[in-house]
């Protein structure tokens, strides 16, 4: 086994989960046993994090006091919202500031240096993190507006606070509603490089905030995180040409383009996640605009049916779909990967804790390709 190498890691088993199962060619995906379609649309992200964590869905009471408890947590140190501010001021990217904040924030933990294996501890510090991420982003955004940031407000929702310290008004239900199922997509997706990043780290028994900085740094690379991004700036570039939507995609297409969102390392199917977003991307158009929920179903249309991608395996994935829907929302284009990590943060905690819980150290091998019996010439002499 050793002498088999698989670049990427592609196919190896290298742990057991019960947190998140894909089955890429049924297009299911499951968080602890419940369809994503039933989370998606019948709990909130509270009740999704609670599971990851738990183990089960809370019930009123559980919920309740889970809710109170991370909504208690949202507030920011000074300092590092003033490193927040120097660091929008300075023209940093999301991603990089959310990177240096979440760090920052462990030296204004209460607990401290924990007990590595007292897991309670590091939930509690997971909770932390979780409820401190969405006012770090809403800071960020607002300090380079030039604005004051927007307190947290104690009555609203993880997701719906988020958009109102973004705006400094509060979300109508359908905008608090379709954020709050796009945090519940994005919460946990097996074992995707910025989670097993983020286990890499928990493997060494190190505390959970070095875990979670790990996976955003590991998320802001583009081959992970992003495309939802890039997928807007398509749309856009549709929006401002000449060409009729139709068109375009054609001649984007006969140029040999690559349309971003299309595609997955799982998926052979439609991503389950994208049709979701896809009937929200429905429900915003029609109680707003509706241009670039037009783009993306003639783009889907045209390439999966007509230049039969769908038939090769490749189908639109959840990128496709949240570009246009945070677009529809309001939310900045170079916040779209932020907000995946503000989501996914709650699955990497809960794989460092699944994983520390029976640990290992993950330590992989490589082979060597390099000379062998070398001559060692002393430096008087080279």
Not at 72 to 95: S, Y
Not at 228 to 236: A, H, S
């Amino acid at each position: 086994m050793a002498d088999d190498l698989n670049k990427g890691l592609e196919g190896v088993l290298v742990a057991e989960s019960e947190l998140s199962s894909i089955d890429g060619d049924a297009g299911r995906l499951i968080y602890r046993g419940y369809p994503i379609e039933d989370l998606a649309r019948g709990a909130s992200y509270e009740e999704v994090v609670y599971l990851l964590w738990h183990g089960h869905l809370p019930d009123e009471d559980e919920l309740a006091t889970f809710t109170e408890s991370l909504n208690e947590e949202r507030t920011v140190d000074e300092d590092v919202l003033e490193t927040v501010k120097q660091l929008a001021d300075a023209g940093e990217q999301p991603m990089a500031a959310l990177r240096t904040a979440t760090s920052m924030l462990s030296a204004y933990e209460p607990e401290g240096d924990a007990d590595p294996d007292d897991f309670d501890a590091t939930l509690r510090k997971g909770r932390r993190i979780t409820a401190k991420i969405p006012t770090v982003l809403a800071a960020f955004e607002r300090y380079r507006l030039g604005e004051e940031p927007v307190d947290p407000h104690p009555d609203l929702g993880l997701a719906a606070n988020f958009l109102y310290m973004l705006t400094g008004e509060e979300p109508d239900d359908l905008a608090a509603e379709t954020f709050d199922q796009a945090l519940i997509l994005h919460a946990d997706h097996g074992l995707n490089a910025s989670t097993f990043t983020s286990m890499v780290i928990g493997s060494t028994m190190a505390d959970i905030y070095s875990a979670v900085t790990g996976g955003i740094s590991a998320l802001s690379g583009p081959l992970h995180g992003g495309a939802n991004q890039d997928v807007m700036e398509v749309l856009m570039e549709i929006d401002e040409s000449d060409l009729d939507h139709r068109e375009w995609v054609e001649q984007a297409n006969e140029e040999g383009r690559r349309i971003p969102g299309f595609g997955h390392r799982v998926y052979n199917v439609k991503d389950p996640r994208a049709k979701i977003l896809e009937e929200r991307s429905e429900e915003l158009a029609a109680d707003g605009e509706d241009k670039w929920y037009n783009y993306t179903t003639t783009i889907e249309q045209y390439l999966s049916e007509e230049q039969g991608l769908a038939e090769k395996g490749i189908a639109p994935n959840v990128d496709f779909y949240s570009g246009s829907v945070y677009y529809q929302l309001g939310i900045p284009i170079d916040m779209y990967t932020p907000i995946f990590a503000m989501s996914r943060a709650s699955g990497w905690i809960a794989h460092v804790v699944e994983y520390q819980d029976d640990n290992r150290l993950i330590r992989p091998l490589s082979r060597y390709t390099g000379p062998e019996d070398q001559e060692f010439v002393s430096l008087e002499e080279r």
